[in-house]
């Protein structure tokens, strides 16, 4: 693995599920002996940590596998050699990139929290696909994994 990454949501969002989960629960439990005062509890709390690990799901990865070195964006992967160059986009750019720049066969793997992007222009005429936009806390890590790569890529 030459690169890896995973998207977490920000701490804070986890400090906010977990109080209003933890709050929703004492309303229902609002001093009820027995089994209601612990189920809302059991039932509620545990809501929010797999909601907010079910949005963190998200792994960047450059990987070499037996056909060459791929970079995988969840489930989506792609072979390095196809890729003709490679760019950070700041978070100040973002919106432009996202909005009225956006062309719309790119394949797009945005995360609201995550506020740099990586730009992978694809050169592969069998691909409509002009480029990937993808979200990464590292941009300039994994662009220079993927240009480590690259060479490696193409000498197969």
Do not use: C
């Not at 160059?85 to 790119?106: I, M, N, T, W, Y």
């Not at 069998?126 to 990937?132: I, L, Q, R, S």
């Amino acid at each position: 693995m030459l690169y890896s990454e995973r998207l977490w949501v920000p701490v804070w969002w986890w400090a906010v599920g977990l109080f209003v989960a933890g709050l929703l629960a004492a309303e229902v439990h609002m001093g009820a002996p027995g089994l209601r005062a612990w189920l809302p509890y059991v039932l509620l709390l545990p809501l929010p940590v797999w909601g907010l690990v079910w949005l963190s799901r998200l792994r960047v990865e450059v990987v070499e596998e037996p056909d060459g070195v791929h970079l995988r964006v969840g489930q989506a992967h792609l072979p390095l050699d196809v890729i003709s160059r490679v760019a950070e986009v700041p978070g100040s750019a973002k919106s432009a990139a996202l909005g009225r720049q956006l062309d719309p066969a790119a394949f797009v793997q945005h995360r609201v929290w995550v506020k740099p992007m990586a730009l992978i222009v694809l050169d592969d005429p069998e691909d409509p696909t002009p480029y990937w936009l993808i979200s990464t806390r590292r941009p300039a890590e994994l662009l220079a994994a993927v240009n480590r790569a690259r060479p490696q890529a193409d000498g197969d």
